[in-house]
């Protein structure tokens, strides 16, 4: 059974940081690509960044020069570290994957979900 569950979410301040993790099991990871999305309400869901096993990456606009994502194969986790928070960065962050060759942005493409974890960032 395919399972992703997401950790590290929380509130913090304007300009600060949070590493958010994904574990990932009960699928073959190499065979994978894995991203992060995130939604506020009433809004469509945002491609934040997604990475491959052999460490390729792509980011959504929002994200570019402030997070980074990153995998650990061995503990078949993913990361995303983020800097330089701001109060638009508040939404749900969810994990994703899905088993096509495909550095995808668009969230249909995506067979499994998390559950997400909260972001809130105070001004």
């Known amino acids: 059974q395919v399972r992703l569950v997401e950790s590290g979410g929380g509130s913090v301040q304007s300009g600060e940081s949070l590493r958010l993790s994904c574990e990932a099991s009960g699928f073959t990871f190499e065979k994978y690509v894995m991203a992060w999305f995130r939604q506020t309400p009433g809004k469509e869901r945002e491609a934040v960044a997604v990475?491959?096993?052999?460490?390729?990456?792509k980011y959504g606009g929002s994200a570019q020069g402030r997070f980074t994502v990153s995998l650990d194969n061995d503990k078949n986790t993913m990361y995303l570290q983020m800097a330089t928070l701001q109060p638009e960065d508040t939404a749900v962050y969810y994990c994703?994957?899905?088993?096509?060759?495909?550095?995808?942005?668009?969230?249909?493409?995506?067979?499994?979900w998390g559950r997400g974890t909260q972001v809130t960032v105070a001004s």
């Open positions: 994703a994957a899905h088993n096509e060759p495909i550095l995808s942005l668009i969230p249909q493409r995506y067979t499994f």
């Open positions: 990475i491959n096993y052999v460490h390729h990456s």
